[in-house]
């Protein structure tokens, strides 16, 4: 079923802010897949037909971008999505360990939510912050140092509604829905709070300073690109057909290049 009228207008009011910020309409794919996230919870058919027609493209083409990245759900998920880190850092460190436990006690696998739709867990390839291993996040704010004991703990609590706080960043946590309109590209004011690096990113930061250290100089000779990029620097290809060369300008020695 369509979109009701007034979450379509509003869907169409910021999709137009969306992609007024791009030089072609197609290229604010990405942060349009978030908005319609941000209001289905997931990536529905609605929502897939909706970026294909403000974007001028094919809602296969949606699909194709949507079912490539993880952050794009294709169910629903839970109010809170608790990210488990496996990778290799937080694995060694007892990320598989936590994985196991917190799958077991709330019976749940990969990308599945709990019966009362509070919480989802999936398993994450990497958090971007080995420092701080084991790491969870839950709707992308990081959870530093855990163990399988306060993972449990944590899920527990966001279940009853009891106030949970990430170790880094906002005073606050926000939902599923919430955390994906962020990244479509609508700040919610909290970018500003809480610590932004501990200590233990500092590490490296503070024995340059003991010692010494210096980044090298700039390379102030080479030249620098354009910024911003003005529409008419950039080509738009039609869309590529299996088996048929890559169109419009392409750099030499490039993948395309060679296509081409």
């Known amino acids: 079923m369509a979109y009701e009228p007034d979450v379509r207008d509003r869907l169409e009011a910021d999709a137009k802010e969306i992609i007024a910020r791009y030089p072609k309409p197609r290229s604010a794919l990405l942060p349009m897949l978030h908005l319609v996230q941000s209001v289905d919870g997931y990536i529905t058919q609605d929502g897939i037909e909706f970026c294909a027609e403000q974007l001028g493209i094919t809602p296969a083409q949606v699909t194709g971008v949507s079912t490539f990245y993880t952050q794009y759900k294709r169910a629903p998920v839970g109010e809170y ?6 990778n290799t850092l937080c694995a060694v460190m007892g990320g598989d360990q936590i994985w196991n436990e917190v799958s077991e006690h709330l019976g749940l696998g990969h990308d599945e939510a709990t019966e009362d739709g509070r919480v ?30 306060s993972a449990k703990q944590l899920v527990d609590d966001l279940r009853s509604g009891k106030e949970v706080l990430p170790s880094r960043g906002p005073e606050s946590l926000c939902s599923w829905k919430e955390a994906s309109r962020v990244l479509a590209g609508f700040p919610d004011g909290k970018a500003g709070e809480g610590l932004q690096a501990g200590a233990e990113s500092l590490v490296g930061l503070a024995l340059a300073k003991e010692r010494g250290w210096t980044a ?33 300008a392409v750099k030499p020695g490039s993948q395309e290049g060679e296509n081409k």
């Open 81 to 86: 999505h608790v990210g488990v880190c496996i």
């Open 120 to 149: 989802s867990i999936e398993r994450i390839e990497c958090n971007a912050a080995c420092d701080f291993a084991p790491v969870m996040t839950v709707n992308w704010e990081f959870f530093d140092n855990q163990t399988p004991g």
């Open 216 to 248: 090298p100089d700039a390379d102030v000779d080479r030249p620098q690109p354009h910024e911003p990029v003005k529409p008419s620097e950039v080509t738009d290809p039609p869309p590529n057909e299996p088996g048929k060369p890559i169109g419009g």
